[in-house]
């Protein structure tokens, strides 16, 4: 990671005698954050402390760290948020219109840079891209500090579910093999249609091999799934269920007792559309007549993030689908789950915290506020417990200790 060094080397002369102790190293520069409100990530609130941090690390919590060098007091602090579901690379093209995530053109490759700064500077520092091969190099540049944006895991080629022609199992399994070699964080798997047309596009042998071949090569598995081919993807040992209608109570049951997660959507995903029909109107997979359908199924997301929320121990996890025009605006996904969806609002950060930072198989590194921790942390002028729209307001954002915004003296 290219952080920001601090300090530099002295060279440090001796007068005393004859030793010349030379390039004595400076003691690590620490950053201290005065906060008078901290969400810890996992539930907890902190008040009047300050977080010390060393390189890209939360080295301690320390109420009388001083001197103070970023005061956030009368904002609420939090740890970085984490989008498990993103697709970066999608963005418009130079005519305004839907050009999807596979661009590879000049003007696409800068875009999907741009959704990144976005992103961060919305108070997202980690998110998980489903995906595309283009999301390799911006993540291996935001990685190596040659452009900002949050840390990104991505699933590199989805698989797309054909049915038969989806390939054989062993077809499969080389699929999942091709991806791990080209760089993939984790699996994307396509197993069912939409909400409209719910039916399996890969047969339980077919996401029993996907998914057992994600597991033997280290890779959480994330299958686009509604009604049964929930039940499958559980079945198939996959992890992460994404956006999940039409699942029955047993379906999520078996989801809670498999400890599979669930990333279920409440509404940015299709606002966005909404909003942007002109961008998306024509293009690709985005006929004129799909919009009023788009519509009408807002309420059953609505009435599916309800479903899950009755599920005693169902895993739920924060994912925007953020696609082009959405990018920077994930945050939305709050509002619609703690509004529309019946989501308490702590549960909803931490959703995006600790919780999401576990689905990702690092929650001992991301997604709270403590000692070890990395420095990923935001500011908002607000608080969200008490009024979501809160989230709008980003003032403040470190990520892996380097600042990347700060409006924190405008409050
Ligand atoms: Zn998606």
Redesign the pocket.
């Known amino acids: 990671m290219g952080t920001i060094k601090f300090g530099c080397l002295l060279l440090l002369i001796s007068f005393g005698g004859l030793r010349i102790s030379a390039q004595t190293p400076q003691q690590p520069k620490q950053i201290v954050i005065a906060a008078s409100t901290v969400l810890d990530g996992k539930g907890g609130v902190l008040r009047d402390t300050r977080i010390v941090v060393e390189g890209s690390k939360i080295i301690r919590i320390d109420p009388n760290a001083a001197p103070v060098n970023y005061d956030l007091r009368g904002l609420t602090v939090s740890p970085g948020w984490i989008d498990s579901?993103?697709?970066i690379t999608w963005s418009f093209g130079p005519d305004g219109k839907n050009a999807g995530a596979a661009g590879t053109t000049p003007y696409a490759t800068y875009a999907a840079a741009a959704n990144a700064w976005a992103t961060l500077l919305a108070g997202f520092t980690t998110v998980q891209s489903?995906g595309s091969p283009n999301d390799i190099p911006l993540r291996d540049a935001i990685a190596r500090g040659a452009l900002p944006g949050p840390r990104i895991l991505t699933s590199a080629e989805p698989l797309f579910g054909r049915n038969e022609q989806s390939g054989t199992p062993d077809e499969i399994r080389a699929f999942i093999r091709k991806q791990k070699e080209a760089g993939a964080d984790l699996i994307?798997i396509f197993a069912a249609g939409s909400v409209r047309r719910s039916q399996m596009l890969l047969s339980q042998e077919q996401l029993n091999a996907a998914c057992d071949e994600a597991k033997k090569l280290g890779l959480r598995t994330l299958v686009?799934a509604y009604k049964d081919a929930v039940r499958a993807a559980v079945l198939a040992g996959c992890t992460q269920i994404?956006?999940g209608p039409l699942a029955t109570d047993d379906d999520l049951r078996l989801m809670v007792q498999k400890g599979v997660w669930l990333d279920p959507q409440a509404g940015l995903?299709m606002e966005n559309y909404l909003l942007n029909k002109e961008r998306f109107a024509a293009t690709p997979g985005y006929p004129e007549e799909v919009f009023p359908m788009i519509k009408a199924m807002i309420p059953a997301y609505h009435d599916f993030f309800k479903q899950a929320l009755k599920i005693q121990g169902l895993k739920i996890v924060f994912?925007s689908?953020?696609?082009a025009g959405s990018h920077g605006r994930n945050a939305e996904e709050f509002i619609d789950r703690v509004r529309d969806g019946g989501v308490d609002p702590m549960a909803a950060m931490v959703s995006a915290n600790s919780v999401a930072a576990e689905a990702l198989g690092i929650g001992n590194q991301i997604g709270s506020i403590a000692a070890g921790f990395e420095a990923d942390i935001i500011a908002l002028d607000g608080n969200p417990i008490k009024d979501i729209t809160a989230v709008r307001r980003v003032v403040f954002v470190m990520r892996a200790g380097v600042v990347y915004k700060n409006n924190s003296y405008k409050k």
């Open positions: 579901h993103v697709h489903v994307k686009h994404e956006h995903v994912g689908d953020a696609l």
